[in-house]
């Protein structure tokens, strides 16, 4: 049986070997990629999630698994699905729409 990755599931995604300033590690990432791309292809978007709180912008802040930290939006990337380590739960749905309403910022057109 295949496994199922839905948009804003959080997995443990092993990220490395990056190159430069990428987030590194093997770390809990938010899939932001669409359900209808995730069941489609060998690959999903996510962003890293940090427990290093950074005044930066387009960073969500949030609690997962009563652990305080951000959503680095400014670290997105598609990765393999071979990546995907394991899920770990599914973000809050308030914390899910902050995540939309920030990527369309980051992504407008001004």
């Not at 804003?8 to 430069?20: A, E, K, R, S």
């Not at 609690?63 to 995907?84: P, Y």
Request: net charge positive; glycine share 4%; hydrophobic share 45%.
């Amino acid at each position: 049986m295949a496994v199922v990755i839905k948009r804003f599931d959080v997995w443990l995604v092993n990220l490395d070997p990056v190159i430069g300033s990428e987030i590194s590690k093997t770390r809990p990432c938010l899939v932001i990629s669409p359900n209808e791309v995730n069941g489609l292809l060998g690959t999903v978007t996510i962003a890293a999630m940090t427990s290093a709180i950074k005044p930066y912008p387009h960073r969500v802040e949030c609690i997962f698994q009563n652990k305080s930290g951000q959503i680095a939006l400014d670290h997105i990337r598609s990765v393999s699905k071979l990546r995907l380590v394991k899920k770990l739960g599914i973000m809050d749905e308030k914390i899910c729409r902050q995540v939309c309403e920030t990527l369309t910022e980051f992504f407008s057109f001004e």
